[in-house]
């Protein structure tokens, strides 16, 4: 017979109790969480909640990963920051394939169940908002848009004030001696990142001697696929609003398609695009 092992003082292990799977993901609350509007039911309500729901899961991962990843940097640790930013483009691509459920909606099924949403609109996301300060998109009005929730305004307020993960790769940058430039450094994280001319300079040493910068190049690379994704997200979006309700107004009051096509022209990682135009020329 084997040697049995003790267990140590103190230490007690229930083997009679057996957590399901039910238990530790607690489907009786997510199960739950799904609570139709309209009077009398509309079939289609269903796929418009959960589809919403679990958008809002994986943003809630997403801002796990891109909080973790800026951590990472802000301690030198490129690897399990690129290794953060490889999770982050995988959501992205589920969230973008998740279109396609929503647009089998029908215009006249959506029309059906509108009325139901009352004022309630995707734009009051505040993880898709956390999504965009970290990644630097910051925009002091956002935070006014959740007013109705103090917890939640009072934590994007913070978040605000934080620096972005790119401002964390700058200054990741300039801890091991890249030349960016210090007003770039001493920036007014509140704001969204303009496109400074002297980082340019500094990416375009980087892409002309890939091996020479291969962690920062790789980098570099990982957050344009990070702001590709998040630009093809945005366009399906676009066109599953637009082929849903036209040009209708949104129900939280944004112009609907005209608010989402002006999004498309906005820019995390700007340098990282213009340094384009410098390679090979």
């Not at 796990?64 to 483009?89: F, G, N, Y």
């Not at 291969?214 to 957050?223: F, I, K, Q, T």
Request: glycine content about 6%.
């Amino acid at each position: 017979m084997g040697e049995q092992r003790e267990i140590e003082p103190g230490i007690e292990k229930d083997f009679t109790h057996q957590m399901s799977y039910g238990d530790y993901l607690r489907l009786d609350l997510l199960l739950a969480a799904q609570q139709p509007q309209s009077d009398p039911p509309q079939h289609d309500e269903l796929l418009f909640i959960v589809q919403h729901q679990t958008s809002e899961l994986w943003l809630k991962l997403m801002v796990h990963e891109l909080r973790s990843a800026r951590e990472e940097l802000s301690h030198d640790r490129l690897s399990p920051a690129l290794k953060r930013l490889a999770r982050v483009k995988h959501i992205q691509r589920v969230l973008t394939d998740q279109w396609s459920v929503l647009a089998t909606l029908t215009p006249s099924e959506y029309a059906e169940i509108r009325p139901f949403l009352a004022t309630s609109s995707g734009f009051q996301s505040s993880q898709y908002r956390e999504v965009e300060f970290l990644l630097g998109n910051k925009d002091g009005d956002m935070v006014r848009v959740f007013k109705h929730d103090p917890a939640v305004q009072a934590a994007l307020a913070r978040l605000l004030t934080e620096p972005s993960l790119y401002d964390e790769f700058l200054a990741y940058l300039a801890r091991r001696g890249y030349a960016v430039p210090a007003d770039v450094l001493a920036r007014d994280v509140t704001r969204s990142h303009p496109s400074s001319p002297g980082l340019v300079e500094v990416f375009a040493r980087v892409y002309a001697a890939p091996a020479e910068h291969w962690g920062v190049y790789e980098a570099c690379e990982e957050l344009v696929d990070v702001e590709d994704n998040f630009q093809q997200w945005r366009f399906r979006h676009l066109q599953v609003v637009q082929r849903t309700i036209g040009h209708k107004m949104g129900t939280g009051g944004s112009t609907g398609v005209g608010f989402l096509r002006r999004a498309l022209d906005l820019t995390f990682f700007p340098e990282l695009f213009d340094v384009r135009t410098r390679i090979g020329g």
